[in-house]
């Protein structure tokens, strides 16, 4: 059923490289804009397997915070899982690991939330997707930390337009 409630732990997803010295700046580190590439990658499939059909686009980037560097060579991972749904939005949690492979176990080096709309199957118009499993207090206190993240977002979003003519 297309309009059936979905666990977030069924939309997980991890996408995950070796570094290259392509990747990084002068001191040897991987770009943050990379990190932030893959994490929308990642971050988007989470949200087509809880959505089931169309497309999604990128709404917003939101908290993605570097805890530590990543240095070339090493194996990166990023994982993601659904971590709030409005009417046709999708929000995705998404962490960053690091791993020497000369020193296997891996690090967390960065996390944050990123915003997603679903679209049709041209691309063109939004379109509802299923509600987000709430079960268990854990459950009800993830849904109550992203319905404080969407109203920050919305007037951050709000704040973007009133000032959109500043720069033109």
């Given at each position: 059923?297309?309009?059936?409630p979905?666990?977030?732990?069924?939309?997980?997803?991890?996408?995950?490289?070796?570094?290259?010295?392509?990747?990084?700046?002068p001191?040897?580190?991987?770009?943050?804009?990379?990190?932030?590439?893959?994490?929308d990658?990642?971050?988007?499939?989470?949200?087509?397997?809880?959505v089931?059909?169309?497309?999604?686009?990128?709404?917003?980037?939101?908290s993605?915070?570097?805890?530590?560097?990543?240095?070339v060579?090493?194996?990166?991972?990023?994982?993601?899982?659904?971590?709030?749904?409005?009417?046709?939005?999708?929000?995705?949690?998404?962490?960053?690991?690091?791993?020497?492979?000369?020193h296997?176990?891996?690090?967390?080096?960065?996390?944050?939330y990123?915003?997603?709309?679903?679209?049709?199957?041209?691309?063109?118009?939004?379109?509802?997707?299923?509600?987000?499993?709430?079960?268990?207090?854990?459950?009800?206190?993830?849904?109550?930390?992203?319905?404080?993240?969407?109203?920050?977002r919305?007037?951050?979003?709000?704040?973007?337009?009133?000032?959109?003519?500043?720069?033109?």
């Open positions: 059923d297309p309009t059936a979905r666990a977030a732990m069924d939309s997980r997803v991890s996408l995950s490289i070796l570094t290259v010295p392509g990747q990084a700046n001191f040897g580190t991987l770009h943050g804009g990379v990190m932030l590439r893959m994490a990658e990642c971050g988007a499939v989470s949200a087509l397997r809880h089931g059909r169309g497309q999604v686009t990128t709404a917003a980037m939101d993605m915070t570097f805890l530590c560097p990543v240095y060579g090493e194996r990166v991972e990023i994982v993601a899982e659904v971590a709030h749904v409005g009417r046709t939005s999708i929000e995705t949690r998404i962490e960053i690991y690091a791993e020497a492979l000369q296997p176990g891996r690090r967390k080096v960065g996390s944050g990123a915003l997603y709309v679903a679209l049709d199957d041209e691309g063109k118009r939004p379109h509802e997707v299923p509600p987000l499993l709430s079960v268990t207090e854990a459950d009800r206190i993830r849904d109550e930390a992203a319905a404080e993240r969407q109203a920050v919305l007037a951050r979003r709000e704040e973007a337009r009133r000032h959109s003519r500043e720069f033109l």
